[in-house]
């Protein structure tokens, strides 16, 4: 079932969120954000009036006896500090990692997509504040204060060389459910987690490591690949940007 998320879903989204950021790169995350954080965001999407789901399922329980929560999806502002980005919004989605390919993501991914091609989905409460330090104005994106609507969905993933078929089939994933490739940063991300893990093994070898993998140079890391890849984590990480502009006029 997918619903809409409520505060008392965010224990267990935290969890989701947390083994993503733990081990994987799928997120350039890298640490867990405090609970308190979570629920900051959750406020912010909805204080902007846009969808936050999760999946359900009543038949699993979570410690706390509540439905297992299977995945979970938002949109929340891109670069929401400038009143022209307001009809462009990010999305967020995670599976949890024991229920992928059950169709989850893409109950998830349809929910949002359906709400945003629905025609009422705006985006408010974007606004740039103006006027002089005494006497400041506040101005918001459309009128009447009641947002813009949402016209383009941004899709942002990492390519993850370690994911199925080397991180392509995450990118197929979203062109095959209407997103179209419009960017690509490359060397953008450098997870600090997967350095680490690097250096350590490093460290058992070496006994005056460079401590800080930051300042190897880029020769360095290009020759720590091959380590990097007998033990499973990544390199460089590029990064792909998926913009979809399925709801634009032209
Ligand atoms: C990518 C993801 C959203 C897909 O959702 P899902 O519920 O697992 O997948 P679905 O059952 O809806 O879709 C199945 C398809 O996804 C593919 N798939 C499943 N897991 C995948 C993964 N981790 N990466 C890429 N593709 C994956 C399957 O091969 C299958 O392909 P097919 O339709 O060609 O047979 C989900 O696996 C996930 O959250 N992965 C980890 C986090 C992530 O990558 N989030 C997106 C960050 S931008």
Known sequence: MIRNATPADLPQIRAINTHYILNTVLTFMQTPPPPG????????IKTHGL??????DDELKYEDSSGLILGYAYLSPYRGHMLSYASTVELTLFVHPEHQSKAVGSKLL???LKAAE???LYHCHVYESTGSDEDQRTVFAGDNEMGVPVRNILAVMAVDPNGPDGGDALRRWYITRGFVERGRLEKIGF???LC???NQRINNRNPNPNPNPMNWHHEDWASMRFLVGAHNASGWLRSNVLLTLFLSKD
């Open 196 to 198: 680490m893990r690097l």
């Open 37 to 44: 954080a979570i629920l900051t965001k959750y406020n912010e």
């Open 51 to 56: 969808p936050y789901f999760v999946a359900v």
């Open 118 to 120: 629905s025609g009422f």
């Open 110 to 112: 349809a929910a949002i």
């Open 191 to 193: 997870k600090n987690g």
